[in-house]
């Protein structure tokens, strides 16, 4: 069983910044992919971010230029940083890992991200 924590979340006023962190149970390197999503309330959970084989990112049209997805190998964590903040950016934030050799999807538990305006 491979353990995923999101921390990080908060509350912020619109234009400000917060960097979320997801902690993976296991060696980062049998990981294919480590991707960031989220939820807003009545709305489906969609993809915010991702890194496939640890170099090929992809981002959301809403954030690009404004998030930036990084890992570090040696902390076996995955990082989001989140700048120029807005309203609609408001969710809970979830982490996903996917295993290179079996598939198997892991998520966290979720931190909540408010944006006030």
């Known amino acids: 069983q491979v353990h995923v924590v999101e921390s990080g979340g908060g509350l912020v006023q619109a234009g400000g910044s917060l960097r979320l962190s997801c902690a993976a149970s296991?060696?980062?390197?049998?990981?294919?992919?480590m991707g960031w999503y989220r939820q807003a309330p009545g709305k489906q959970r969609e993809l915010v971010a991702v890194i496939l084989r640890g170099v090929t990112t992809n981002y959301a049209d809403s954030v690009k230029d404004r998030f930036t997805i990084s890992r570090d190998n040696a902390k076996n964590t995955l990082y989001l940083q989140m700048n120029s903040l807005k309203p609609d950016d408001t969710a809970v934030y979830y982490c996903?890992?996917?295993?290179?050799?079996?598939?198997?999807?892991?998520w966290g538990q979720g931190t909540q991200v408010t944006v006030s305006s």
């Open positions: 296991t060696s980062i390197f049998s990981i294919y992919s």
């Open positions: 996903k890992i996917r295993l290179s050799i079996t598939g198997s999807d892991y």
